[in-house]
């Protein structure tokens, strides 16, 4: 059973970086099989999809259009785990986050981390 | 604005059936399979169903999925109170590189 542990702070200040971390247990971030995801929900947005990264003898990333500019997505071997760095945060970026598995045979999302809900003001 | 569009509500009794839309485009839902979600508040949201049509082991058959051209639609029959919660489609969108969602469901039983 995959299990995804999620870490970070709760509060960032406007124009910071928001930074999260999620362990992975029951599978491996370098799965050819999986691809590692970042999710996040509000309620003037609902479920948006931030980016993933994933390894097919390289390492690729996938990042949300509107994102682009300020989004980064890094897998970790050594400690089995990838983050989320979003930098220029606004209060836009106030969400419930979610790292999650992708299932790259089937195209879902199979397993989801708890979430936390990540609140930028001053 | 969401790629995927959804009815932002629905609503059944005890028992009846109940069925969700989700309208896409060619570069998404045309060619790539969808997905449904469950989110109950204060938890992770929850696969229903993949691959257009397929269910987790765990989810009650009173779930199903089907897909035709660019539309993908979720049906809960038997429908019960704990059912109540906000239903979301998603899909990969070759176009945009990513995986996109509907704007949500909120389904209430009356």
């Known amino acids: 059973q995959v299990q995804l542990q999620l870490a970070g702070p709760r509060l960032v200040k406007p124009s910071q970086t928001l930074s999260l971390t999620c362990a992975i247990s029951?599978?491996?971030?370098?799965?050819?099989?999986?691809?590692w995801t970042w999710i996040r929900q509000s309620p003037s947005r609902g479920l948006e999809w931030l980016g993933r990264t994933y390894y097919r003898s390289q390492w690729f990333h996938d990042y949300a259009v509107s994102l682009k500019s300020r989004i980064s997505i890094d897998p970790d071997t050594s400690k089995n785990q990838f983050s989320l760095h979003l930098n220029s945060v606004t209060p836009e970026d106030t969400a419930v986050y979610y790292c999650?598995?992708?299932?790259?045979?089937?195209?879902?999302?199979?397993?989801w981390g708890q979430g936390t809900l990540v609140t930028v003001s001053s | 604005q969401s790629v995927l569009t959804q009815p932002p509500s629905a609503s059944g009794t005890p028992g009846q059936r109940v069925t969700i839309s989700c309208s896409g485009s060619y570069s998404n839902l045309g060619i790539k399979t969808a997905s449904w979600y469950q989110h109950l508040p204060g938890s992770a949201p929850k696969v229903l169903i993949y691959y257009d049509d397929k269910r987790p082991s765990g989810v009650p058959d009173r779930f199903s999925g089907s897909k035709s051209g660019t539309s993908a639609s979720l049906a809960i029959s038997g429908l019960q109170s704990e059912d109540e919660a906000d239903y979301y489609c998603?899909?990969?969108?070759?176009?945009?590189?990513?995986?996109?969602f509907g704007g949500g469901t909120k389904l209430t039983v009356l």
């Open positions: 029951g599978d491996s971030v370098s799965s050819d099989r999986s691809a």
């Open positions: 998603a899909s990969w969108d070759n176009s945009l590189s990513g995986v996109v």
């Open positions: 999650a598995r992708w299932d790259h045979d089937h195209s879902y999302v199979d397993f």
